[in-house]
């Protein structure tokens, strides 16, 4: 699969806090905060409830992933991956139809 990415496409906070800006027309502070605090929520919500679904959009999961064995690229020294938790993120069907449009 090929995926296109540049700088001029990443996404940041101050691009989401600049778009409202334009589109609302709150002040740069205002939408700054919005931003942050949407992403605040996002992430106390998956530390609470280890799940959060955003309807038309997707959802985020945290997954818990095993201990196990692993290699060292550069060397054939043996490891152990230590156990942890991990974030997934599952579109909803309405992101899927439109990024296969």
Do not use: C, W
């Amino acid at each position: 699969m090929d995926y296109v990415t540049t700088k001029d496409m990443t996404v940041t906070k101050a691009t989401i806090a600049k778009d409202i800006n334009q589109e609302i027309g709150l002040s740069k502070e205002d939408s700054a905060t919005l931003v942050d605090d949407i992403l605040d929520e996002i992430k106390t919500s998956l530390i609470r409830d280890g799940i959060v679904k955003i309807s038309s959009f997707g959802t985020f999961l945290i997954k818990k992933k095993e201990e196990r064995p692993g290699n060292i690229p550069n060397t054939s020294k043996k490891v152990v991956i230590q156990a942890r938790n991990t974030i997934s993120f599952r579109p909803s069907k309405v992101i899927k139809n439109l990024i296969n449009e």
